[in-house]
Nanobody
Framework: QVQLVESGGGLVQPGGSLRLSCAAS????????MGWYRQAPGKVRELVAI???????HYGNFVNGRFTISRDNAKHTVWLQMNSLEPEDTAVYSC????????WGQGTQVTVSS
């Protein structure tokens, strides 16, 4: 059983930063893509960022250079550094790891508000 555990969410003021982390445990093998998605109330889930095992990255259009995704293959961990946060970034952020199977974390709330 694979389990993804996220941490790092919380309340931050506009312009602030947060660093999310997601660590996988269990029977893990051949994880290729790690990524972050988010879902705001009343909106569909959207891609935030993904990173392949080889280090190729792709970001959602709204990121505009504010976020950085990184990973440690040996530790089965992915991070999302978020800077210059805006109220529109408020959402539940979930990590995903994809290989032969797809695994999701439970989600962590990010709230950007003054």
């Amino acid at each position: 059983q694979v389990q993804l555990v996220e941490s790092g969410g919380g309340l931050v003021q506009p312009g602030g930063s947060l660093r999310l982390s997601c660590a996988a445990s269990g029977a893990i093998f051949r994880i290729n893509v790690m990524g972050w998605y988010r879902q705001a109330p009343g909106k569909v889930r959207e891609l935030v960022a993904i990173i392949t095992a080889g280090g190729s990255v792709h970001y959602g259009n709204f990121v505009n250079g504010r976020f950085t995704i990184s990973r440690d293959n040996a530790k089965h961990t992915v991070w999302l550094q978020m800077n210059s946060l805006e109220p529109e970034d408020t959402a539940v952020y979930s990590c995903q790891m994809k290989g032969p199977y797809v695994y999701w974390g439970q989600g962590t709330q990010v709230t950007v508000s003054s």
